[in-house]
């Protein structure tokens, strides 16, 4: 008898949707696009030569470790790394640390502890699109807490507190969709209140090391590891995310959770269920990449490149964009948040972009629930070439003079 496959899938599988940013990818991947959609580093600056280096030293003499069976927990060497070198400018134990393929599995480990169906989830609004599709799946529900240009809103995120979240998810430094910072003060007080309310912290800090323009403002970690004066072993309240994907290369899938141990704990039995443990082979080589210290210099290219390229989109949208068009100006990260008049539909705006051979995420995918702005937009700059980016946002305005005319609003 032939399976009626629809009646057989779990009831998790209708929380799944497609990301609409992997499924933009694939017309990205067409000749002639220029993407200011994935979030995507440049990749010309790939240490393609010292991987290839780390590579066959690691085959040579550490083969044998490489190409094993490793603890959950992760490489010895790389979490004793961490511990000491972290970019959060704190000592912990190694302990406190487990390696996950990409922080997406972190973010996956963290709905598998901690979320039942119908929990709420404390979340800024736009939030990440992917902390969203990992948390879906588990049935979460989300409290929608307003952003502005200086991140999450203390008071708003007092109300939303009220409401008993199971967590808060924070991206203070240069958010994804936004690419705003929540100032220090912001973060004292956001500790305050979580503090206040019993509410821990989930701290996603992928682009922390990505500063252009300012000075790195103290992580909500290790802010809460002075107050709770828990450095070492750390014990505290956040739950810190942190990644190799962006200073070094996101096809490696290295990243890595620092938690209090009972937390770390729960974390490594949700992961010896989902893959065992991250691939020895690119922790080990993540491991001689960064050992001795090339990766702060690689970081210093990174943020060269990233800071010309922001500032050459930055340029072209004021040069470009029609009038009533707003951005934000984020001082590191990889994305500016666009605003065109209340009456454009970024969604709708996307299918013209696509015959102009532009692509961008349309703002509406990063709000959780019923609170989107429809005419909102994600372009990222991390990715295109300096030439590129002004071609593109030139065709970006061919798309938006199509739309409005064929909707006879010009």
């Known amino acids: 008898m032939k399976t009626t496959w629809d009646t057989r899938y779990s009831k998790r599988i209708d929380f799944m949707k497609e990301s609409p940013i992997r499924k933009l990818l694939k017309f990205t991947e067409m000749e002639d696009v220029i993407s200011f959609a994935g979030g995507l580093p440049a990749p010309k600056i790939f240490p393609c030569q010292q991987f290839d280096e780390a590579c066959s030293k690691v085959l040579k003499e550490k083969g044998s470790i490489a190409?094993?069976?490793?603890?959950?927990?992760?490489?010895?060497?790389?979490?004793?790394?961490?511990?000491?070198?972290?970019?959060?400018?704190?000592?912990?134990?190694?302990?406190?640390i487990i390696i996950t393929s990409g922080s997406q599995q972190s973010l996956d480990m963290l709905g598998r502890v901690f979320i039942n169906e119908g929990d709420h989830i404390l979340v800024e609004s736009p939030t990440y699109l992917g902390a969203l599709q990992a948390w879906n799946a588990y049935g979460a529900s989300y409290i929608a807490t307003k952003i502005d240009d200086d991140g999450l809103i203390p008071e708003e995120f007092e109300n939303s507190a009220r409401c008993g979240p199971k967590f808060a998810y924070v991206q203070p430094n240069y958010h994804n969709p936004t690419g705003v910072s929540l100032t220090l003060e912001r973060r004292k007080r956001i500790l305050e209140i979580a503090d206040h309310y019993g509410i821990p912290l989930v701290e996603d800090d992928p682009y922390g090391q990505l500063n252009f323009d300012c000075e790195p403002i103290d992580s909500?970690?290790?802010?809460?590891?002075?107050?709770?004066?828990?450095?070492?072993?750390?014990?505290?309240?956040?739950?810190?995310?942190?990644?190799?994907?962006?200073?070094?290369?996101?096809?490696?899938?290295?990243?890595?959770?620092?938690?209090?141990?009972?937390?770390?704990?729960?974390?490594?039995?949700?992961?010896q269920g989902a893959d065992l443990h991250s691939a020895t082979f690119n922790q080990v080589v993540t491991y001689e990449m960064i050992k001795d210290g090339f990766i702060d210099e690689h970081v210093q290219l990174i943020r060269r490149v990233y800071a010309q390229r922001r500032d050459i989109m930055l340029d072209a949208l004021e040069k470009f964009m029609p009038e009533g068009c707003t951005w934000t100006h984020p001082k590191g990260g990889l994305f500016i948040w666009a605003f065109l008049p209340e009456t454009i539909d970024t969604t709708e705006l996307l299918a013209y972009a696509e015959k102009e051979k532009v692509a961008f995420v349309p703002g509406i995918q990063f709000f959780p629930g019923n609170h989107a702005m429809i005419n909102a937009m994600r372009l990222n700059f991390s990715n295109a070439s300096p030439d590129s980016i002004v071609t593109g946002v030139k065709r970006l305005v061919a798309a938006y003079n199509a739309y409005l005319e064929e909707k006879g609003d010009h």
């Open 67 to 96: 190409l094993q069976y490793g603890t959950t927990g992760g490489y010895t060497p790389l979490r004793e790394w961490i511990a000491e070198n972290n970019p959060i400018g704190i000592k912990v134990s190694p302990d406190n």
């Open 220 to 271: 909500l970690l290790k802010l809460d590891s002075y107050y709770r004066n828990c450095p070492g072993n750390y014990c505290g309240d956040v739950i810190y995310l942190g990644t190799f994907s962006k200073v070094l290369a996101p096809g490696m899938r290295m990243a890595y959770v620092i938690a209090p141990l009972n937390v770390i704990n729960k974390i490594n039995l949700a992961k």
